[in-house]
């Protein structure tokens, strides 16, 4: 099992910035990939950065090049999402998750996700 502990997530104005962290325990050892989702009332969830553990390649969604950053901290066992130029719209819950699943195809699709944390709000006023 991996427990996942999302943090940093508020309210801010448009055009600001917030970086949420996913602290991960248990069988780290195990995790291929992390992502960062998230799901807006009545929408579903999607990707919005992915990032591999070992290796560092990323993927980000269109609508967030350029404005946010994956990274992560293999000795803090933590993935960070940077979140600059925020919008109204990127107003969310934003779910941390981690896979075992090897490659790097389907990163986008959350049903290849094994463990999820709790989520937190991030929301953007304008």
């Known amino acids: 099992q991996v427990q996942l502990v999302e943090s940093g997530g508020g309210l801010v104005q448009a055009g600001g910035s917030l970086r949420l962290s996913c602290a991960a325990s248990g069988r780290t050892f195990s995790t291929y990939r992390m992502g960062w989702f998230r799901q807006a009332p009545g929408k579903e969830r999607v990707l919005v950065a992915a990032?591999?553990?070992?290796?560092?390649?990323?993927d980000d969604a269109d609508d967030v090049k350029g404005r946010f950053t994956i990274s992560r901290d293999n000795a803090k066992n933590t993935v960070y999402l940077q979140m600059n130029s925020l919008k109204p719209e990127d107003t969310a819950v934003y779910y941390c998750?981690?896979?075992?699943?090897?490659?790097?195809?389907?990163?986008?699709?959350?049903?290849?996700?094994?463990?999820w944390g709790q989520g937190t709000q991030v929301t953007v006023s304008s």
């Open positions: 998750a981690s896979s075992r699943q090897a490659g790097w195809g389907d990163q986008r699709a959350p049903d290849s996700y094994n463990y």
């Open positions: 990032i591999k553990w070992s290796g560092g390649s990323t």
